[in-house]
C-alpha cells in the first residue's frame, strides 16, 4: 500500500489543522493506521493510533483531548483533526499502516507516508 500525507502548513497556537493520509494499491480497511512526527533535533514519536474499524483510537498524552484520528475505509483515507495546536507540536506528521496489531512502536509500520510538515507559531 502506498500512502501520501497531505495538509500540513503554518498555524498560530490555538489554531487547527487537518491532516489526511490517502492510500492507493490497497484498501485501508486491512490496516491498523497511526500517526508519528519528528521535530527538529528528536526522533520520531507516537501521536496516535486508529483500529481497522474506526472503533478504537488511543492517543500520546500529549495530544490527547486536542487530536483525534478519523478513518473513511470507503474512501481510503485517514485523517488526525488537530486542534488547539502549540509551538510543541511542529514537526513532520506521518501517517503509517500496520497489517497486523494495534502497536504503538513504529518498528511494527511498514508502510509510511513521506510526511508532511506543521509549523506552529505562538
Known amino acids: 500500500v502506498q500512502l ?14 487537518r491532516l489526511s493520509c490517502a492510500a492507493s494499491g490497497r484498501s ?5 493506521m497511526a ?3 519528528q521535530a527538529p533535533g528528536k526522533e520520531r514519536e507516537f501521536v496516535g493510533i486508529i483500529s481497522r ?3 478504537s483510537m488511543l ?4 495530544v490527547m483531548g486536542r487530536f483525534t484520528i478519523s478513518r473513511d475505509n470507503a474512501k481510503n483515507i485517514v485523517s488526525l483533526q488537530m486542534n488547539s495546536l502549540e509551538p510543541g507540536d511542529t514537526a513532520v506528521y506521518y501517517c503509517a499502516a500496520n497489517p497486523s496489531e ?5 518498528g511494527f509500520y ?3 507516508g513521506q510526511g508532511t ?6
Not at 498555524?11 to 487547527?16: D, E, F, L
Not at 492517543?59 to 500529549?62: G, L, Q, R, W
Not at 494495534?102 to 513504529?106: D, P, T, Y
Open 4 to 17: 501520501q500525507a497531505f495538509g500540513g502548513g503554518s498555524v498560530q497556537a490555538g489554531g487547527s489543522l
Open 110 to 112: 511498514p508502510y509510511w
Open 117 to 122: 510538515q506543521v509549523t506552529v507559531s505562538s
Open 28 to 32: 485501508l480497511s486491512g490496516y491498523v
Open 102 to 106: 494495534l502497536a504503538l512502536s513504529q
Open 35 to 37: 500517526w508519528f512526527r
Open 59 to 62: 492517543y500520546a498524552d500529549s
Open 53 to 55: 474499524s474506526g472503533g
